[in-house]
């Protein structure tokens, strides 16, 4: 059976132009990876339909699941539900569910459910709505595309209503060989036999370098079969060893 696969799609120009610091993508792959699906590609696309469409439509095509995040709120260039829609040639306009949720909700704080507002209830036709626990106004499922919220917290409460409609794939476990005072040149060509020799593990050398007297390497090792792991770790272990380095193994993956 083909492992389940994940792309995340960042909207907004807040972030390319570097006024907002991503955590979302490190929220949804931290969420995916214990379901056994693995994040295998990002993109970040400004407040563009055009470019929204764009992404959206490659990386559906290529990956099992979609993340969207962002574009769903009040405000003019929140556009991404309008770019949902024409990516999957579907009608868009307001929910009855969501407009007397939303509705019910403004009435309860005594504010006024303006037309603004009333923007973040436009759904794309045949959309399965994501409850948002967090502020109210929904996410929504297209095919196999997720639109989220750009707000980390109300992702993290949408991804809750997220897990039971995946396909789970093999959980892919890792481990870390830490390795103070190791230079990556020490054992790049080792580590690269190393990684030819076991098909179901992959490798990672992660440098670190806080001060002269405290830098190093993170060896990482990741695979579904624990047993292989295990062994794959024992080895970063003794690659370390024959140049000198003396080795901390930790369960997951630490920096």
């Known amino acids: 059976m083909t492992a389940p696969t994940a792309a995340i799609c960042l909207i907004g120009d807040e972030l390319l132009s570097g006024r907002t610091r991503d955590i979302n ?14 994040v295998e590609e990002v993109r970040i696309v400004p407040d563009v339909q055009a470019r929204i469409v764009e992404a959206v439509n490659a990386l ?21 539900a309008d770019a949902i829609a024409a990516a999957f040639g579907v009608g868009i306009d307001k929910h009855p569910d969501v407009m007397a949720m939303l509705q019910a909700r403004y009435d309860e704080i005594g504010t006024e459910f303006t037309e603004a507002r009333q923007r973040m209830a436009r ?3 045949g959309a399965s709505l994501i409850e948002n626990p967090v502020s109210g106004a929904p996410g929504f499922q297209t095919g196999n595309v997720f639109t989220l919220a750009g707000v980390p917290s109300i992702v993290q409460g949408m991804l809750q209503d997220i897990g039971h409609r995946l396909e789970h ?46 830098h190093g390497v993170s060896l990482i090792a990741r695979s579904a079969d624990e047993d292989t792991l295990t062994t794959a770790a024992q080895k970063l272990v003794e690659l370390a060893a024959s140049v000198g380095g003396e080795s ?6 630490a920096s």
Request: net charge negative; charged share 25%.
């Open 248 to 253: 901390e193994v930790i369960e997951g993956e």
């Open 169 to 214: 794939g093999r959980v892919v476990h890792a481990r870390t060989v830490r390795v103070p005072g190791l230079r990556e040149g020490d054992i790049a060509e080792a580590l690269s036999e190393l990684d030819k020799s076991y098909e179901e593990v992959s490798f990672g050398s992660y440098p670190w370098f806080r001060s002269v007297s405290d």
């Open 123 to 125: 759904i794309p036709d």
């Open 60 to 80: 559906r095509e290529r990956y099992s699941y979609v993340f969207t995040t962002g574009g769903i709120g009040p405000t003019h260039d929140d556009i991404t």
């Open 25 to 38: 993508v490190q929220q949804i792959a931290g969420y995916l990876r214990p379901l056994g699906i693995l």
